[in-house]
């Protein structure tokens, strides 16, 4: 599993075939994260259980 904040740390996370959680950070501007398997805003949201 992998948490990325940006639109090229996605698309190599799928590439490399992993799950991949986009997260909105308030710093990283506006990034694609459409490809991640879920996106949350807060590293708070992730619930190690649920992968």
């Known amino acids: 599993m992998v948490l990325e904040d940006s639109h ?3 698309r ?3 590439a490399a075939g992993m ?3 986009g997260y909105l950070a308030p ?3 506006s ?3 459409a490809q991640a398997d ?3 805003h807060s590293i708070d949201e992730i619930e190690p259980d649920h992968y």
């Open 8 to 10: 090229n740390g996605v």
């Open 12 to 14: 190599s996370a799928k």
């Open 19 to 21: 799950t991949c959680i």
């Open 27 to 29: 710093d990283a501007g």
């Open 31 to 33: 990034q694609d994260l």
């Open 38 to 40: 879920t996106i949350v």
